[in-house]
């Protein structure tokens, strides 16, 4: 029976390949990236009366602001109150979106009605109200 012949040359050192693991992790990178959900604030400073409970927002509501100077505001421009149905049209295209409408406390009860009104009508049927500070 031949004997085993032992050898004096070193043995190669063995790599561990990290080209696959980098790859997976860009590709959960990307898809985090892409399935993230960016809330637009509506821009301007609304001072809103304290209530005791109030419902955390949904990431994906549409926000309108009623500042005290009585202005309709979305995504940081005046848009009139003529300006909700239209974006409220557009949103409801893509599916079911909440409404978020938040009136500064001196804001003139009149205009939220009609605020409220353009939403339900453009096709809005979950309004949301913030009358709490976040």
């Known amino acids: 029976m031949p004997r085993p012949t032992i050898s ?5 050192e063995m790599e561990i390949n990290l080209s696959p693991m980098i790859d997976c992790i860009f590709i959960l ?3 985090f990236i892409v399935t ?3 809330v637009e604030e509506t821009g301007v400073e609304v001072v809103k009366p304290r ?3 109030y419902d955390k927002l949904d990431k994906n509501s ?15 421009q005046e848009i009139g109150v003529g300006g909700v149905a239209v974006r409220v049209k557009q949103a409801m295209s ?3 979106v909440p409404i978020d409408i938040q009136a ?7 205009l939220f009605d009609k605020v409220v009104t353009e939403a339900k009508l453009a096709g809005a049927t979950r309004i949301a109200f913030s009358s709490a500070q976040n």
């Open 8 to 12: 004096a040359e070193p043995e190669e």
């Open 104 to 110: 500064d406390e001196r804001a003139d009860v009149g």
């Open 62 to 76: 549409l926000q309108f602001a009623i500042t005290s100077e009585n202005k309709v505001i979305y995504g940081g």
């Open 36 to 38: 993230t959900v960016f």
């Open 51 to 53: 209530v005791v409970a």
């Open 94 to 96: 893509k599916g079911d």
């Open 29 to 31: 990178l990307i898809f």
